[in-house]
């Protein structure tokens, strides 16, 4: 299967860098895109984002070749409801959500019959809108696809071609096994830092403002990742409260052992854990996914 006309549902940061990435490295394939929100139309529209925006979803999806729904998974359905009439039965559908499981069983409902391959390209900043999206979005990021049993192997291959050409690197995985790592690798840190951020928060009255005023470096950033979409991690976090819950609990032990080992005065424990986390963070930068650079790249 050749995909020559892409149709972008949802234009904010994820779907506006797809439009652009595909006019700088795939200037062979037509774009078109809608969302819902006129002001993001225009803004998407003075942007250039795709080749058409269009009024409705329906005329953006219908000659589609691939339909990507760049919205957040808890209105994932309501987006697939919506194109259901006019889905050219050979298109592909598919989407950028952080969880799987729950985003494979809503399009199934709404798109029954239809090509359905869910994916999530782990990529992202703590930007949104139509503003915030750039072409290099995806170079040498993971692009995960969780295509359910039985879909047609050239349409997955189209897919994963699609993404490859945007510059990513594509892994094929069940939808649960992703809910669980993407859990552990991106769902629980952002609800650390908005934990962490919204006690600071509550603490800022108490401090005289100072806990904004002398903010450390490992605070700014958490802030920077507790700036994220409010609307999309909502329902990252509610369609995919099992696999949250798992590694929270998880995290809590380990947090519990953590104070244990402060209170008892166990320097030996907390070298131990220091020095395993540093690996991690070498093995990270190893796998090129993310910069090497002091201080995370900053300029000064």
């Known amino acids: 299967m050749s995909i020559e006309k892409v149709a972008i549902i949802g234009l904010g940061l994820l779907g506006g860098s797809i439009g652009l990435a595909v006019k700088a490295r795939a200037p062979d394939i037509a774009i078109t895109g809608y969302d819902a929100d006129p002001a993001v139309r ?39 409801a919506g194109i ?42 703590e930007q949104s809108g139509p503003e915030a999206g750039f072409a290099t979005l995806f170079v040498n990021r993971w692009c995960i696809l969780t295509p359910s049993a039985g879909v047609d192997e050239a349409s997955v291959e189209a897919l994963a071609e699609f993404w490859r050409k945007l510059g990513a690197r594509i892994e094929i995985m069940d939808p649960q096994h992703h809910d669980l790592v993407l859990a552990v690798t991106s769902h629980i840190p ?11 928060s509550d603490l800022e009255e108490v401090t005289q403002g100072e806990v904004i005023k002398y903010s450390a470096g490992g605070f700014r950033d958490f802030t920077r990742i507790a700036a994220s979409d409010p609307t999309m991690w909502r329902d990252v976090f509610l369609h995919n409260k099992v696999a949250v819950l798992e590694m929270l609990g998880r995290f809590t032990e380990d947090l519990t052992a953590l104070q244990r080992a402060i209170r008892s005065g166990d320097g030996d424990a907390l070298h131990e854990l220091f020095s395993r986390t540093r690996a991690i963070r070498r093995g990270i930068i190893q796998e090129g996914q993310d910069d090497p650079s002091p201080d995370f790249g900053r300029g000064h």
């Open 42 to 80: 225009a803004k998407a529209t003075a942007r250039g984002l795709t080749d058409t925006v269009f009024e409705s979803a329906a005329d953006a999806v219908r000659h589609a070749d691939l339909v990507i729904l760049c919205v957040p998974v808890g209105a994932m359905r309501e987006a697939a």
């Open 84 to 125: 259901a009439d006019v889905l050219p039965p050979h298109a592909i559908v598919s989407d950028v959500g952080s969880s799987k499981q729950s985003v494979a069983d809503d399009l199934a409902a709404s798109l029954p019959g239809a090509i359905v391959i869910p994916a999530h390209p782990v990529a992202g900043t």
């Open 190 to 200: 952002h609800l650390i830092a908005y934990t962490i951020v919204g006690t600071a």
